[in-house]
């Protein structure tokens, strides 16, 4: 390409001999310097050339500042200057010290179809969402349904006792220590080893809603199972009742009272630490609707319980259990409504997929049931019918909070759109 040093040099697309053309960017006409020893060649507009220089290279590589960049003294890397200041300078928009029309760009809000950058993509890096869903499987939601049947089960028990209603103290009390077993093989069974679940109560953590749900369901069973075992020794015949010393039976039955007490002040509890449990999480369909969620726990497990009531108690002793389930299923459905005003943009996964059909299944089941339940004064068949259309709806919402909580963690558009929110917020006051 290039002559001899000091000699003249022949360059068929830049011209005669002895004169190079360099288009510089900002500048109007070509620049004609003469050749001379030690002129590096080049190849034309845009090609390598003369250091220092549009076109300059280095092994045939093109300059950075070809991209619009100037290389950063001593590093040789490009930094973020456009490549002529005059040329910066002219451009409309430009700020002094470069950056060009940067500001407007960052002015720019999202949505505008004349930004240079595109709206972003929910994506994230290889397909993994941005909150990690949790390991729990569908042992969970059953954990929560049959812990909510408990809790309710001991108020209303109590609640038998307290008006001489001895066939719902007995159901409920029955129904209590049923359900928390129940309750506590699931949660072991999703942990994998019964180990772990020992391993908990080795310490109290306040702070960890795991740890104080574990101490919990361990100080309700207790009481709860005296009270049971009192009532199991009522049933038993009198050939069997004549074998157990008479001071023993004594003593069971007199620590029944205050067992079943404390089980029914501790049964609100249970009911409701599920609820804390998953709002605690980083899933933001669970995170975001924490003011809500304990209420609408609440409301299902005491239209859960009452329609327990509703199919094991005869319909003497069972008004307490129906005005209980027609008010405990019309607050479940009250408070979802600001509950997923609460969820915002996650409370679409309350309406799409798995998690979809449960919320619709449950709204069908809880609204039935409380219409069955008002008119089933006089129908024990009615009345089994709006107890398990309650149970339906209970264990339904709790499959629908679930999947969709873990809908909302995989798909990271849930948690980036809140959080610029909340930033533009914050920014904004």
Do not use: C
């Not at 009911?271 to 969620?293: G, H, K, M, N, Q």
Request: proline content about 9%; overall charge positive; cysteine-free.
């Amino acid at each position: 390409m290039s002559g001899a040093p000091g000699g003249p040099r022949s360059d068929p697309v830049a011209g005669p001999p002895d004169e190079r053309r360099t288009d510089i960017p900002g500048q109007s006409g070509d620049a004609v310097q003469p050749g001379g020893p030690g002129a590096a060649a080049d190849t034309g507009p845009g090609m390598p050339g003369s250091a220092g220089q549009p076109g300059a290279s280095r092994g045939g590589l093109l300059d950075p500042r070809e991209l619009g960049h100037t290389a950063t003294s001593g590093t040789g890397m490009p930094s973020r200057g456009l490549r002529d200041p005059a040329h910066s300078a002219a451009r409309p928009g430009a700020r002094p010290g470069g950056g060009g029309d940067g500001g407007r760009r960052r002015r720019r809000r999202r949505g505008d179809p004349n930004a240079v950058v595109p709206e972003a993509e929910f994506t994230s890096y290889y397909g993994r969402p941005v909150v990690k869903p949790s390991p729990w499987t569908h042992d969970i939601p059953v954990y929560l349904f049959l812990g909510g049947i408990a809790g309710s089960s001991a108020l209303l028990a109590e609640g038998g006792a307290r008006t001489g209603r001895p066939a719902l103290r007995r159901a409920g009390r029955f129904s209590a220590i049923g359900a928390v077993a129940g309750s506590g093989y699931f949660l072991v069974h999703d942990l994998g080893r019964p180990s772990r679940f020992y391993n908990m109560l080795r310490i109290a953590k306040p702070t960890s809603p795991m740890s104080v749900g574990t101490w919990l369901l361990t100080a309700f069973s207790l009481p709860a199972g005296v009270a049971m075992a009192s009532e199991a020794a009522r049933l038993l015949p009198t050939g069997l009742t004549d074998r157990v010393p008479r001071l023993l039976l004594r003593l069971l039955h007199g620590a029944a009272g205050p067992a079943g007490l404390a089980a029914a002040a501790i049964g609100p509890l249970v009911t409701t630490y599920t609820a804390v449990l998953l709002s605690d999480t980083a899933t933001p369909a669970w995170a975001e609707a924490r003011r809500e969620l304990p209420a609408v726990f609440a409301a299902s497990a005491i239209a859960a319980g009452s329609g327990l009531a509703l199919v094991t108690v005869p319909m003497a002793e069972s008004g307490p259990a129906r005005v209980l389930a027609v008010a405990g299923a019309a607050v479940e459905l009250a408070v979802q409504v600001p509950m997923r005003a609460s969820m915002g943009l996650s409370a679409e996964t309350l309406d799409s997929g798995s998690a979809g059909r449960w919320h619709r299944a449950s709204q069908v089941l809880t609204g039935g049931g409380a219409v069955l339940a008002a008119v089933s004064r006089r129908s024990r068949m009615v009345s089994a019918l709006a107890g398990l259309a309650l149970l339906g709806g209970s264990i339904a919402t709790r499959f629908a909070v679930f999947d969709a909580g873990q809908a909302s963690a995989k798909d990271p558009r849930y948690t980036v759109v809140p959080q610029r929110e909340r930033a533009d917020a914050r920014a904004a006051a």
